[in-house]
């Protein structure tokens, strides 16, 4: 199956968290309340559940404030613990 560039590198951030998170839920693609995100990390710390949101960009060009604004506003609405 052929993917964009994009989706193959949002692919490979999932891979790289999968790797690397040992013991967390990773997630591509995932909607949160109607809300789109390229990858989710899920996990747990003691007795407390983490949520981490990220955000890809394949691209040689800066992202520009209003795009930074609507990631930040998106996962506010999560309640993410993080995002990236």
Known sequence: M????????????AAVE???TAGAEIQWDEKINGRQFDVTVRF???NHKYLT???????????????VDA??????????SKAI
């Open 18 to 20: 999968r790797a690397q």
């Open 71 to 80: 990631f930040a506003t998106k996962s506010r609405d999560v309640n993410c």
């Open 44 to 46: 747990k710390f003691g």
């Open 2 to 13: 052929f993917l964009s560039k994009w989706k193959n590198f949002e692919k490979i951030v």
């Open 53 to 67: 949101v990220i955000e890809c960009k394949a691209s040689s060009r800066k992202v520009n404030v209003e795009k």
